[in-house]
Every structure is written in structure tokens, then in C-alpha cells.
Nanobody, 122 residues
Framework: QVQLVESGGGLVQPGGSLRLSCAAS????????MGWYRQAPGKERELVAS???????NYADYAKDRFTISRDDAKKTVVLQMNSLKPEDTAVYYC????????????????WGQGTQVTVSS
């Protein structure tokens, strides 16, 4: 089984920064894609950024100049560095791993974290 645990959310003032981390547990050998999504109240969950095994990253337009995604395969972690935060970035942020290979792991499954709240407010 795969379990993802996020950390790093919280309350920050506009213009501030937060660093979100997501770590996986389980007997995992390969993680093809790691990503961060967010869901604001009353809105659908949306992709913030994703990163492939080769390190290539994809960002939502609003994240391109402010957020950076990175991964550490040895630690099975993905990090989202968020700078210049705006009130509209307020949401619950979720990590997701796909294409996961390991003992007792379904490689076709989508594995989600429990979510971490990010609130940007003065």
C-alpha cells in the first residue's frame, strides 16, 4: 500500500512563502509522476504543478512564476515551494502520485494525500 502525508500548510500573509512537502510510505520502487493539486471552497480540484521522473515539470499558468515543484526519489518526496502568495491561493493542497510500482501497489492507481490547508490572509 501507499500512504502519502503532506506537511507545511498554514496561515501566511499576502506576499509570503510556504513550502509544502509530501512523503510516501510503503515498499515503493518507482514513482513516475508526482503532483500537487488544490481545491478552494466551492471549486473543483485543479492541478497546480506536476513533475515526471526525468524532472520535467508542468505548471498551471498562475503558478509558473511563483511556485517551484521538486522531487527526491530516494526519499519518495515531492516539494512545492510557493512564493509571492496571494489570497486567491487559499485552498486545501493535495499531493498525488501516479505510476507507482512497488510491493502490493497497483501501478494504475492514483494515490492522494489527505490535504493540507493553505490560507493567505492579512
Amino acid at each position: 500500500q501507499v500512504q502519502l502525508v503532506e506537511s507545511g500548510g498554514g496561515l501566511v500573509q499576502p506576499g509570503g512563502s510556504l513550502r509544502l512537502s509530501c512523503a510516501a510510505s510503503g515498499s515503493i520502487f518507482i514513482i513516475n509522476a508526482m503532483g500537487w493539486y488544490r481545491q478552494a471552497p466551492g471549486k473543483e480540484r485543479e492541478l497546480v504543478a506536476s513533475i515526471a521522473r526525468d524532472g520535467s515539470a508542468n505548471y498551471a499558468d498562475y503558478a509558473k512564476d511563483r511556485f517551484t515543484i521538486s522531487r527526491d526519489d530516494a526519499k519518495k518526496t515531492v516539494v512545492l515551494q510557493m512564493n509571492s502568495l496571494k489570497p486567491e491561493d487559499t485552498a486545501v493542497y493535495y499531493c498525488k502520485y501516479t505510476g507507482v510500482y512497488g510491493i502490493g501497489v497497483n501501478p494504475r492507481g492514483d494515490y492522494w494525500g489527505q490535504g493540507t490547508q493553505v490560507t493567505v490572509s492579512s
